[in-house]
């Protein structure tokens, strides 16, 4: 068990650019989460993930985000036409589907969009 | 509307004191109570978890309670440490899974 792993850990892009991060969730985990988090603040849901299954998505994902999980194993979320808002630590976690079940974090892409 | 509040939003300590973190749930119907640590840069950790049933919880120094009836649940931490210092987050289990987070305590130990 290597954790969740996130890459890059550190994103700096222009505002306009697309990125796309990368998320390995922990290898028997079904559900993975994605989150942003700002300053000060607890994180925020955008969307998870049910093995392939995308199930849930927050009004929070507007229509320049997106994710996926192909197979699901790793998941990738992409924005495309950054904008400075977006600047944020973007969380991806996994759990087991177990309601007693701990969402396990990586440690995060910090987003600057300059 | 389902919320958690957390109190105080930070908090300034000297090494090897106590304190307490509060957490207030407005979720319903509810199914469990977590308190994560997050170290500054990093993904937040589970410290323990709390449910329906559960009053008193410990975990080394970190002691978390829940009132089921009043939807309040703390953290306590005992004899603290220059390496508590962290943000801790209540996440509330609602039905069909749903987690609502609270916005977190900033603490902060100081020798």
């Known amino acids: 068990d290597t954790g969740v792993s996130q890459d890059p850990r550190h994103k700096i892009t222009k505002?306009?650019?697309n990125?796309?991060?990368r998320c390995d969730p922990i290898s028997e985990h079904n559900r993975l989460y994605w989150y942003r988090q700002t300053l000060g603040q607890g994180p925020e849901f955008l969307t998870y993930f049910q093995n392939e299954a995308q199930l849930e998505k927050s009004r929070l994902l507007s229509d320049r985000f997106s994710a996926e999980r192909p197979k699901g194993s790793f998941s990738t979320l992409?924005?495309?036409r950054?904008?400075?808002g977006d600047s944020a630590m973007y969380l991806c976690a996994s759990s087991l589907d177990r309601a007693s079940s701990p969402l396990h974090f990586g440690n995060g892409t910090r987003l600057t969009v300059t | 509307k389902n919320?958690?509040?957390q109190s105080p939003q930070s908090l300034i300590i000297l090494e090897g004191k106590n304190?307490?973190?509060?957490?207030?749930?407005?979720?319903s119907p509810f199914s469990n109570l977590r308190w994560y640590k997050q170290d500054t840069g990093r993904g937040p950790v589970s410290l323990t978890i709390m449910t329906f049933s559960e009053?008193?919880?410990s975990n080394g120094r970190y002691t978390a309670t829940l009132d089921a009836d009043t939807k309040q649940s703390s953290l306590h931490i005992t004899a603290s440490q220059l390496s508590d210092s962290a943000s801790y987050i209540c996440v509330v289990r609602g039905g069909t899974d749903k987690l609502i987070f609270g916005t977190g305590t900033r603490l902060q130990v100081f020798p």
């Open chain 1, 78 to 80: 992409e924005i495309q």
């Open chain 1, 15 to 17: 505002r306009g650019q």
């Open chain 2, 19 to 27: 304190c307490t973190l509060q957490c207030n749930y407005t979720v």
């Open chain 1, 82 to 84: 950054t904008e400075q």
């Open chain 2, 3 to 5: 919320q958690v509040e």
């Open chain 1, 19 to 21: 990125v796309t991060f």
């Open chain 2, 55 to 57: 009053n008193t919880k």
